[in-house]
């Protein structure tokens, strides 16, 4: 595949665009905290680069169905995954599981609440 010059930065602009509105969008929809995680903030941008987004949430919803919210109230216009936990479960899975943890390791927070759940 051809590669495409100045193609990064288009992809890293549409993803800060995304982001921005999100960002502003997800405190009206109830997020507690954004942040968001993996490729792009580690400014690994290619053609296929998603943005990977952790929000902290009270729901009751179960955890397989999260997504499906955001997907309908955000309408995402670039490849976007939604990992969505309640503050405790944030809490307690950041002791003990390896995906959380490989998280936190890659994100950068762009709100919270005062709780601080996310560090």
Do not use: C
């Amino acid at each position: 595949m051809p590669i495409v010059f100045g193609f990064s930065n288009h992809r890293k602009n549409s993803l800060e665009k995304e982001l921005s509105k999100f960002s502003y969008d997800s405190k009206q929809l109830g997020a507690k905290s954004l942040a968001v995680f993996g490729d792009f903030p580690l400014s690994k941008i290619t053609p296929d680069t998603s943005l990977d987004l952790l929000i902290i949430q009270e729901t009751d919803e179960k955890f397989i169905n999260r997504d499906e919210f955001w997907i309908t109230h955000l309408r995402p216009s670039v490849h976007t995954r939604f990992f969505v936990y309640t503050p405790s479960e944030f809490k307690q899975l950041s002791k003990t599981n390896y995906v959380i943890n490989s998280i936190k390791n890659s994100m950068e927070i762009i709100f919270q609440d005062d709780d601080k759940v996310l560090g």
